[in-house]
């Protein structure tokens, strides 16, 4: 398995709180993406990083800011958390090289009450 | 815009019977494409990938897939089911190089004894 953990695993929170969710890797892997998963609609993406302080933005970023200060980690901030937001969120990492694969971590339930 | 179509949500089988899921995309050249499959409560993990050359393509657990480009579907198989197989099925697809990945809804496999 990729070495990918993400932190919390669980959590609950109120509306209008920040909060931030934290993904390491020990691959040393040059791509970090963030998406989050809902029924009936997959994976979508939130954020991505090719590189140490190079981000942008994926399909579904409202509501959402990422910085990555270091290769190993890659936050997603929530910055006045919604219910719209109750969702399972997924790191994934991949080298970068085009026929590579993309791996993911063992997820975040993030609940917003 | 590229898109990824499971037209199944669930799928009910017979432990030892065959399986087939489906996957339609629509995009104008011919994507990188993707099969990963999500136990409960876990990660999603890789079970099979295309880029090019034969179009039938052989991965994890018995699985392949087949790429027909006239009917833009990557379509997975597996001749008989175990009921470990039972998870939640995502078709991806990627442009070539660009390394961000577009999900379709999921497919639930639920194996019956």
């Known amino acids: 398995d990729a070495g990918i953990t993400q932190s919390p695993r669980h959590k609950v929170t109120e509306t209008g709180t920040p909060v931030t969710l934290r993904c390491h890797q020990t691959?040393?892997?040059?791509?970090m993406y963030w998406y989050r998963q809902d029924p009936g609609h997959g994976l979508r993406l939130i954020h991505y990083?090719?590189?140490?302080?190079?981000?942008d933005k994926g399909e579904v970023s409202d509501g959402y800011s990422v910085s990555r200060s270091k290769t190993e980690d890659f936050l997603l901030t929530l910055e006045s958390a919604t219910s719209s937001q109750t969702s399972v969120y997924f790191c994934?990492?991949?080298?970068?090289?085009?026929?590579?694969?993309?791996?993911f971590g063992p997820g975040t339930r993030l609940t917003v009450l | 815009a590229q898109s990824v179509t499971q037209p199944d949500i669930h799928i009910t089988v017979s432990e030892g019977a065959s399986l087939e899921l489906r996957c339609n995309y629509s995009?104008?050249?011919?994507?990188?494409l993707f099969w990963y499959v999500q136990s409960p409560g876990q990660g999603l993990q890789l079970l099979l990938k295309?880029?090019?050359?034969?179009?039938l393509v052989q991965g994890i657990k018995g699985f392949e897939a087949e790429f027909k480009r006239s009917q833009s579907s990557f379509n997975l198989r597996k001749p008989s089911v175990h009921w470990s197989d039972a998870a939640e099925y995502f078709c991806?697809?990627?442009?070539?190089?660009?390394?961000?990945?577009?999900f379709g809804g999921g497919t639930r496999v639920l194996v019956k004894p």
């Open positions: 994934a990492i991949t080298s970068g090289a085009s026929t590579d694969t993309q791996y």
């Open positions: 991806a697809v990627d442009k070539a190089a660009g390394n961000k990945l577009t």
């Open positions: 295309y880029f090019s050359g034969d179009t």
């Open positions: 691959e040393n892997h040059r791509y």
């Open positions: 995009y104008g050249a011919t994507p990188y």
């Open positions: 990083s090719y590189g140490v302080k190079d981000t």
